[in-house]
T-cell receptor, first 113, second 116 residues
Framework: AQSVSQHNHHVILSEAASLELGCNYS??????LFWYVQYPGQHLQLLLK??????LVKGIKGFEAEFIKSKFSFNLRKPSVQWSDTAEYFC???????????FGKGTKLSVIP | GAVVSQHPSRVICKSGTSVKIECRSL??????MFWYRQFPKQSLMLMAT?????????EQGVEKDKFLINHASLTLSTLTVTSAHPEDSSFYIC????????????FGPGTRLTVL
């Protein structure tokens, strides 16, 4: 069975600090990888996704993630966070072609002005 | 584009009653819809997958007779929690995928169910 592990439950940063949220997955085949964001009071929104090709994926709002197959990782990064990035971030994985997502437990990011 | 709505956003009901939650894709045809349950401070857990016109596929441990899913059209899926009990109180979220972007799910805003 596939699983997703997010290393940090809650991350607190000051504005302009750099961000890296860890995500490791366990799956025995080809995977599709996703990062979703849930702003306070809002629904889950797709931040970025990786299916194949360049392992460095750029998403919306300046976020990027790097797929490192050897480490089974898909860490999310942003060079300089803003207060508006305060949200909960979920890493998710699906087997290629399966469409079913397995989510990590989420990381809450709080950005202090 | 790719907007998914849910109704109602919040519902409070008495124990033993049934509650229906609707999930609609507003600007695309959803070949598949998914229903998730989210407990406080925990991840989304997939409950079932529904394809238009066919029976839903339930994940292990999810009671089919308790959580009835109907995917009657390409834009509407419903989840009915039958004979609800306090332990069914949770946040229910649906998602939908289209044939145009088969590997991407778009999520609804969720429904907060409280069973008294």
């Amino acid at each position: 069975a596939q699983s997703v592990s997010q290393h940090n439950h809650h991350v607190i940063l000051s504005e302009a600090a750099s961000l890296e949220l860890g995500c490791n997955y366990s799956y025995g085949g080809t995977v599709n990888l996703f990062w979703y964001v849930q702003y306070p009071g809002q629904h889950l929104q797709l931040l970025l996704k990786y299916f194949s090709g360049d392992p460095l994926v750029k998403g919306i709002k300046g976020f990027e993630a790097e797929f490192i197959k050897s480490k089974f990782s898909f860490n999310l990064r942003k060079p300089s966070v803003q207060w508006s990035d305060t949200a909960e971030y979920f890493c998710a994985v699906s087997g290629a072609g399966s469409y079913q997502l397995t989510f990590g437990k989420g990381t809450k990011l709080s950005v202090i002005p | 584009g790719a907007v998914v709505s849910q109704h109602p956003s919040r519902v409070i009901c008495k124990s033993g009653t049934s509650v229906k939650i609707e999930c609609r894709s507003l600007d695309f045809q959803a070949t598949t819809m998914f229903w998730y349950r989210q407990f406080p401070k925990q991840s989304l857990m997939l409950m079932a997958t529904s394809n238009e016109g066919s029976k839903a596929t339930y994940e292990q441990g999810v009671e089919k007779d308790k959580f009835l899913i109907n995917h009657a059209s390409l834009t509407l899926s419903t989840l009915t929690v039958t004979s609800a009990h306090p332990e069914d109180s949770s946040f229910y979220i649906c998602s939908a995928r289209s044939s145009g972007e088969p590997d991407t799910q778009y999520f609804g805003p969720g429904t907060r169910l409280t069973v008294l």
